[in-house]
């Protein structure tokens, strides 16, 4: 009975923590939810980077905080046990005299790492941990990958045709010739304003022109990253219009310029790995590939991929440039009107 009880809440602390993907990077997106006989008496989730955390967001929206005494507080990972942008989470919890925490699952980042749990059972709360204990990691994904592996949780997308092709074999004008329907380009842009970068190569820098940018939907712009190996794309480029920051991936010098990066790498070298060390000194914490068959490839075979997400429309091309090819059965699949979207986790 308490073990499905404890699950309602935790349910509920995600739910919460969705709302912070997007904005509370580089900090992870935690849910928190406060609980008095039975009845949530205070819910937070993590505020921008620089605000307070979910557990003080959540302790704030309690009305009667004589309660808390007597409370019990659900978060989807371990309180902080460490001065940043604000004060530890583990001790305000036993300033408020919070006699019972339940933890989804435990911080694996050197500075806490059951610090805040120590903190919690060294001052007699009662300390339960591992609640939905799978939700909550896939909940902090991008936080955890960035911790364990020193990459960002990266992200393949594509959409391709009934016979598996990404793109005609001639184009008349750069811009997109979209395979997706209205609703699959909505949930894309969704996608674009949850992560921290997109990156794309050189041919589809050219070939669509794209602005890379959140437009059907409510969010942050992702920092936008192109591979430019020659640097032979032209500053006409919606890509270059320096209203977001720019991160061009290159083999020669040149010097940054406002809101326009460049980082040399060797391309005679594993790529797929120097991108991502780019992407880790620069601090991005997840990323989508929306690149072409060359660019995704790439990753897929350094096997540098976390997530594919595959769109496959109701048209045919015939013949064209093929879409990448992975070698697995998806985790699941979903309708979405006339398209199917496929989603591959790597394990």
């Keep these: 009975m308490e ?43 993590t505020s921008e980077y620089g605000g307070p955390h979910a ?18 507080i659900y978060v989807t990972l371990e309180p902080c046990s460490h001065f940043g942008k604000t004060p530890p989470c583990a001790n305000m919890i036993v300033d408020n005299g919070i006699p019972n925490v ?23 709360c009662n300390v339960t941990i591992g609640v939905l204990e799978e939700e909550c990691k896939q909940q902090h994904k991008r936080f955890f990958t960035v911790q364990n592996k020193k990459r960002p949780y990266i992200i393949l997308k594509w959409a391709q045709t009934q016979d598996n092709f990404i793109a005609p074999k001639e184009k008349l004008e750069n811009r997109p010739i979209w395979i997706s329907n209205e609703f699959s380009k909505q949930l ?38 192109v591979i430019d190996k020659k640097l032979k794309l032209q500053h006409h480029l919606n890509i270059f219009n320096k209203e977001v920051k720019t991160i061009v991936i290159t083999g ?20 797929a790995s120097q991108i991502c060390e780019v992407l880790q000194k620069n601090k991005i914490q997840s990323i989508i590939i929306e690149g072409g068959t060359q660019t995704l490839q790439t990753f897929i075979n ?15 091309f015939l013949e064209g440039i093929k879409a990448p090819i992975l070698n697995l059965v998806p985790t699941f699949e979903q309708k979405i009107q006339s398209d199917i979207l496929r989603t591959y986790i790597n394990d």
């Design 302 to 316: 350094a096997n540098l991929w976390d997530e594919a997400r595959v769109f496959t429309g109701e048209n045919s």
């Design 102 to 124: 339940v933890i989804g699952t435990v911080d694996t980042n050197s500075l806490v790492a059951g610090k805040g749990i120590n903190i919690l059972e060294s001052n007699g």
């Design 188 to 225: 894309v842009h969704k996608w674009r304003s949850e992560e921290h970068a997109i990156l794309v190569g050189t041919n589809t820098a050219i070939d669509d022109n794209p602005l890379l940018n959140v437009r059907s939907w409510y969010g942050n712009n992702p920092v936008r990253i």
């Design 252 to 271: 020669e010098n040149k010097p940054n310029e406002d809101n326009l990066l460049y980082e040399t790498i060797d391309f005679t070298k594993d790529v």
């Design 3 to 45: 073990s499905t009880i404890h699950n309602k809440y935790m349910r509920r602390c995600i739910e919460l923590a969705e709302r912070g993907i997007g904005t509370a990077r580089p900090n992870p997106s935690v849910g928190a939810v406060i609980v008095h006989n039975n009845k949530i008496i205070g819910e937070g989730f």
């Design 55 to 72: 557990e003080v967001n959540a302790v704030k929206s309690v009305k009667d905080t004589s309660l808390l005494k007597e409370a019990t």
